[in-house]
């Protein structure tokens, strides 16, 4: 069984920025891509963030392109998101997801078979 924790969530002021960590246990972690979603009150799940299993290739929503970064460290089995120049629109409680399908060069916005439990991210203006 994989399990996924996230944390470094947090209340902090526009403009700044917070990093959030995934860990991950239970499998091997290079046998997955890497995802971040969020999900904002009376809102759909949307996606942030993904990263290859070798850490070789990122894909990025339009929304924070610019402004995250998703890295992974497989020594560590932990990903991280780091959120820059935050905005109150970015409120919402963040997921990580594990994706075990590793084939697509670009890591996948959808098919996740794995989710932590989430970490609230509170953005004031």
């Known amino acids: 069984q994989v399990q996924l924790v996230e944390s470094g969530g947090g209340l902090v002021q526009a403009g700044g920025s917070l990093r959030l960590s995934c860990a991950v246990s239970?499998?091997?972690?290079?046998?997955?891509?890497m995802g971040w979603f969020r999900q904002a009150p009376g809102k759909e799940r949307e996606f942030v963030a993904a990263?290859?299993?070798?850490?070789?290739?990122?894909n990025y929503a339009n929304s924070v392109k610019g402004r995250f970064t998703i890295s992974r460290d497989n020594a560590k089995n932990t990903a991280y998101l780091q959120m820059n120049s935050l905005k109150p629109e970015d409120t919402a409680v963040y997921y990580c997801?594990?994706?075990?399908?590793?084939?697509?060069?670009?890591?996948?916005?959808?098919?996740?078979?794995?989710w932590g439990q989430g970490t609230q991210v509170t953005v004031s203006s």
């Open positions: 239970g499998r091997p972690f290079s046998s997955y891509a």
């Open positions: 990263i290859s299993w070798n850490g070789g290739t990122t």
């Open positions: 997801a594990a994706d075990s399908n590793v084939a697509p060069r670009v890591p996948r916005t959808w098919g996740y078979d794995y």
